[in-house]
């Protein structure tokens, strides 16, 4: 990241399985924190979202919940559903529903060393709304916000 000693990493892990072995390879070499922003997709899967907060929670520094495609739900409803498997890991969070904004939050809170996680995108360049995909790239979500924070 331009003007922090700190890695970003994109991964696509959108399930408790694929979240716990990217968090465990990054642990593996990971100097400092880790800092893993995530939420989970609208219209599907509602069991998985507390396994998806315990799964980020035990295996993170600090967590930062938001929206993953929330589709046509409330995606405060799907944040409210991940909660309670994060909270019972004790681990430290910050609910910015706001992609963009989770995502400059980490790049403020990360220190030389840690290790930014943006879990569930990946690939994806678009956040999926009601049923409009809007262009949503976090690379170069990531550049920009690195540009305007820290040149």
């Known amino acids: 990241t331009p003007g922090k000693d700190c890695t970003v990493l994109l991964d696509y892990s959108h399930t408790p399985d694929s979240l716990i072995n990217i968090l ?3 642990r593996e070499f990971c100097k400092g924190r880790i800092i893993t922003v995530f939420g ?3 219209d599907r899967d ?4 507390p396994k998806m907060g315990k799964a980020a929670g035990e295996r993170s520094d600090y967590c930062i919940v938001t929206s ?3 589709r046509t739900e409330d995606p405060f409803k799907i944040i409210d559903a991940i909660l309670p498997g994060l909270k019972e890991t004790g681990c430290e969070y ?3 529903e706001n992609r963009r904004e989770a995502i400059r939050h ?9 290790v930014i996680l943006l ?3 990946g690939h994806e360049p678009y956040q ?3 049923r409009v995909r809007h262009p949503f790239d976090e690379k170069i979500v990531v550049k920009e916000l690195a540009e305007e924070l820290f040149s």
């Open 46 to 49: 509602p069991d998985k979202r």
């Open 68 to 70: 993953d495609n929330p």
């Open 40 to 42: 989970c997709g609208g």
């Open 106 to 114: 980490a790049l403020i809170c990360a220190a030389n060393d840690d």
């Open 119 to 121: 879990a569930g995108k």
């Open 94 to 96: 910050t609910v910015i």
């Open 24 to 26: 465990d390879t990054i």
């Open 128 to 130: 999926e709304i009601g």
